[in-house]
């Protein structure tokens, strides 16, 4: 079973950045679609930006597009999340997940969070304005 753990949360003021880093065990991780997903208090879990197997392919929400760039390094297991300008409403809780398909790759599918068979516990993230 793939285990999740995701790290670099924190306050920040509005205007600055982080990078979250996700760390995957087991060996598959290569084969399958990651996933940025945040939640914030009273809200539903929303998709926040995907990346393909390869790393060739990403997509992004409209409100972080241009300022959240997802990223991967297959040797280290690891995806990551650089996030610059944060904004106030960027205040959630960050969770990455994988994909539930292996070698597949379909921006609107993995936009979803059905589309995702295992989550991380999250790392919050909270920018004050």
């Known amino acids: 079973q793939v285990q999740l753990v995701e790290s670099g949360g924190g306050l920040v003021q509005a205007g600055g950045s982080l990078r979250l880093s996700c760390a995957a065990s087991?060996?598959?991780?290569?084969?399958?679609?990651m996933g940025w997903f945040r939640q914030a208090p009273g809200k539903e879990r929303e998709f926040v930006a995907t990346?393909?197997?390869?790393?060739?392919?990403?997509n992004y929400a409209d409100s972080v597009k241009g300022r959240f760039t997802i990223s991967r390094d297959n040797a280290k297991n690891t995806v990551y999340l650089q996030m610059n300008s944060l904004k106030p409403e960027d205040t959630a809780v960050y969770y990455c997940?994988?994909?539930?398909?292996?070698?597949?790759?379909?921006?609107?599918?993995?936009?979803?969070?059905?589309?995702?068979?295992?989550w991380g516990q999250g790392t919050q993230v909270t920018v004050s304005s």
């Open positions: 990346i393909s197997y390869t790393g060739a392919n990403t």
């Open positions: 997940a994988r994909s539930t398909a292996i070698w597949s790759w379909s921006p609107s599918v993995q936009g979803r969070p059905g589309s995702y068979g295992n």
């Open positions: 087991g060996r598959t991780f290569s084969g399958y679609a």
